[in-house]
């Protein structure tokens, strides 16, 4: 019997995944994706979608809108107006619904699959060899041949020595999103995007949560006028952050109902007891089971596949994209990777700017930005300007009861092109979608400033602090 052959074969189903095996067939070519995680699915079979859609980004943005209408109800609406008693929030019924949605996208995958004419391998892919016609790839017990390989493994949490992860007592992303109940008191090591994310949602439904951050900084990565905001907001929220912390000893109780957490911080040695304990420390590569070692596919000091900003390993015919390389771990720089590599395959332009991907974290208020930091461009001496409007000054933020925030926007002194724009406040997931746009065709803050925006509206912000760059707010 011979062994089925492929144009292009995909290695992983997460985001970057699913989507190089969808746009290699839209582009004429035959395309298989071979997945083996099944993501706790009741039949145990694969399901697409990666860590996003199963256990990440998806699932994730579903507690938090619960969460939030929770808080909404329990604090805000009685300023409206709006009396409801007291609510109470059912955890169960709340993660039931939030499997919904997982179960439904990941079956809409299946058939994006279908309708594009898509082979699913179930099976994890590994390498075999190299052969005349591209390489032979190990998908179960099959070997399967393909012309050209994508290797999309995604990554998965990082966790710590010492701190066992059961993702029941002590858990990473996976266990922090099917808690039971709410937890009186929650404890997360990291306050990265995760970190503060989950903390958010917990908090909101009622538990006391402590971050405990080795950085000395909140949110390094950020613009630092939006860290300094969020860091205010969460502090008044009752969302508790120390920073500089130095983890020790993590003990559970004998009856796994509560864990010990030893550290020091500027104040000295501690210790806290927490009925769960979040562990979000970042991501690593999964390149383990790949086979690199043995057809030569070079790898990164970091675990990362070693690519070009074309995304091509060094091994003919092989690319690599997502979480699995360099760059940000986000589903959408993912998306953008495996539609370049497909695009470039089939002789055309494909392209993914890296600087005008944009980055979000789903709290709230929400924070988001596209670009360099004022932080960044001062340590590059680029002399830029600057233009800054809080979202008190705008009628439709006002009127949403969500007045806290601002819109910032960094732009070159002498081009007046936009290097950056920086988002805290509501709706910032959706409003930064304007930035990339007008950064993405190099843009700038005179642009923006002569486009008419609608009124009233939160997007509104981002017209005045393009005017304001030029120092000529009209509503501030």
Not at 12 to 27: H, M, S
Not at 375 to 399: C, D, H, S, T
Not at 407 to 420: F, H, S, Y
Request: with cysteine; net charge negative.
């Amino acid at each position: 019997m011979s062994k089925k052959q492929f144009d292009v074969l995909v290695i992983g189903g997460g985001p970057g995944g699913y989507v190089a095996a969808i746009r290699a067939a839209q582009l004429g070519f035959s395309a298989a994706c071979a997945e083996s995680n099944p993501y706790a699915d009741p039949k145990g079979e694969p399901r697409l979608g990666g860590t996003c859609l199963n256990v990440g980004c998806i699932p994730s943005k579903a507690l938090l809108h619960t969460s939030h209408m929770f808080e909404e109800a329990s604090h805000d609406f009685a300023d409206q107006g709006i009396k409801v008693g007291t609510p109470s929030i059912d955890v169960p019924t709340m993660v039931a619904r939030k499997a919904k949605i997982v179960d439904q996208l990941t079956g809409g995958i299946k058939g994006l699959f279908k309708k594009n004419k898509v082979t699913m391998l179930p099976g994890h892919g590994s390498f075999v060899g190299q052969t005349e016609d591209g390489w032979d790839i190990k998908v179960g017990d099959e070997v399967i041949g393909a012309k050209q390989v994508i290797i999309a493994t995604g990554s998965t949490a990082r966790h710590l020595p010492g701190i066992p992860v059961d993702n029941t007592l002590i858990c990473d992303n996976i266990g922090a999103l099917d808690l039971d109940a709410v937890p009186k008191r929650l404890g997360l090591i990291g306050s990265g995007v995760i970190g503060l994310e989950m903390g958010s949602v917990w908090r909101r439904l009622g538990a006391e949560v402590t971050i405990l951050e080795a950085m000395d900084s909140f949110l390094g990565a950020a613009d630092q006028d939006v860290a300094k905001e969020a860091q205010k907001v969460f502090a008044k929220q009752g969302l508790a952050v120390k920073l500089g912390v130095k983890v020790g000893k993590v003990t559970p109780a004998k009856n796994k109902k509560s864990v010990t957490v030893e550290f020091e911080d500027k104040d000295g040695a501690q210790k806290a007891v927490f009925d769960k304990l979040i562990v979000s420390v970042g991501r690593v590569p999964n390149t383990d089971g790949l086979n690199a070692e043995a057809v030569g596919l070079k790898l990164t000091d970091r675990g990362m596949v070693d690519v070009n900003d074309h995304c091509q390993t060094n091994l003919p015919g092989v690319w690599a994209v997502g979480d699995v390389v360099r760059g940000p771990m986000l589903a959408h720089k993912a998306m953008e990777e495996a539609v370049m590599v497909c695009e470039l395959m089939a002789g055309q332009a494909g392209h993914c700017d890296f600087n005008t991907i944009p980055w979000v974290i789903y709290t709230s208020p929400e924070i988001a930005w596209v670009g360099k930091t004022e932080q960044q461009l001062k340590a590059e001496g680029v002399a830029y300007r600057a233009g800054k409007i809080p979202f008190m000054a705008n009628g439709r933020a006002l009127g949403m009861g969500a007045p806290t925030g601002f819109v910032k926007m960094l732009a070159c002194a002498e081009t007046d092109r936009i290097l950056g724009v920086h988002i805290i406040g509501a709706n910032a997931s959706e409003l930064i979608s304007e930035a990339v746009v007008a950064m993405e065709f190099h843009g700038a803050a005179e642009d923006l400033a002569r486009i008419c925006h609608a009124h009233p509206t939160m997007s509104e912000a981002v017209h005045e602090a393009a005017l304001a760059v030029d120092k000529r707010p009209l509503h501030f």
